[in-house]
């Protein structure tokens, strides 16, 4: 149980175009589902908190309008980098928590994003 | 937001060997995750521990929080190479925080045949 997947697992695309990051828990409803970014050899770092049917909640320092985060139901969310340019390429992972009042998270295998 | 410290934050042994991290804050925490994220993959929680005094075991791993709640140590029996990647631990971010963990710095665990 608690199965998070997350696609695509690897995507290159150029400078200036958008991607699109899909989060799915496969086997349970997703209270809760968060999104961050991880640069090698380095511990996660948290850029939003969603929850399904409200607006994302972004850490400090993290543009909004650049990762578009949507949480259209229980057991999805997508990030979107938009207009994205090298800078954004690393390791983006998404994890989902069950129930309210429950700290554990699981967490989806990850996005390598290169962007050229 | 409370912070956790951990420790030591790079660890190369040969297999055999045992090892333990630790993780310690100034904060006490309802309770304190670890996971295990190997290189290219999403971190795997290993356990929750939620007792003051706990003690944990997942076959060669042992599990501690402590007794005042504001320290976890993973300790690691017989190393083996499987046992290599980065472990994180966990703990509630604190305040109005919607389940939000704050995360140790990681160790990068690397065991040698």
């Known amino acids: 149980g608690a199965v998070v997947s997350q696609h695509p697992s690897r995507v290159i695309c150029k400078s200036g175009t958008s991607v699109k990051i899909e989060c799915r828990s496969l086997?349970?409803?997703?209270?809760?589902m968060f999104w961050y970014r991880q640069f090698p050899k380095q511990s996660l770092m948290l850029m939003a908190t969603?929850?399904?049917?409200?607006?994302?909640?972004?850490e400090q320092g993290v543009e909004k309008d650049k990762f578009l985060i949507n949480h259209a139901s229980l057991t999805l969310s997508t990030l979107t980098v938009t207009s994205a340019h090298p800078e954004d390429s690393s390791f983006y992972i998404c994890?989902?928590?069950?129930?309210?009042?429950?700290?554990?998270?699981?967490f989806g295998p990850g996005t390598r994003l290169t962007v050229t | 937001t409370q912070l956790l410290e951990q420790s030591p934050q790079f660890l190369s042994i040969q297999e055999g060997e045992n090892l333990t991290v630790y993780c310690n804050s100034s904060?006490?925490?309802?309770?304190l995750q670890w996971y295990r994220q190997e290189p290219g993959e999403g971190p795997v929680l290993l356990v929750t521990?939620?007792?003051?005094?706990e003690v944990k075991k997942l076959k060669r791993l042992t599990f501690q929080f402590g007794d005042a709640r504001k320290d976890s140590s993973l300790h690691i029996t017989a190393a083996q190479p499987g046992d290599t990647g980065l472990y994180l631990c966990?703990?509630?971010?604190?305040?109005?925080?919607?389940?939000?963990?704050?995360f140790g710095q990681g160790t990068i665990l690397t065991v040698h045949p």
């Open positions: 969603s929850n399904e049917g409200s607006k994302a909640t972004y």
């Open positions: 904060s006490v925490f309802s309770s």
């Open positions: 966990a703990g509630p971010a604190g305040g109005t925080s919607y389940g939000k963990l704050t």
């Open positions: 086997d349970f409803q997703a209270t809760t």
């Open positions: 521990v939620v007792t003051g005094g």
């Open positions: 994890s989902a928590r069950g129930r309210v009042g429950v700290f554990e998270q699981y």
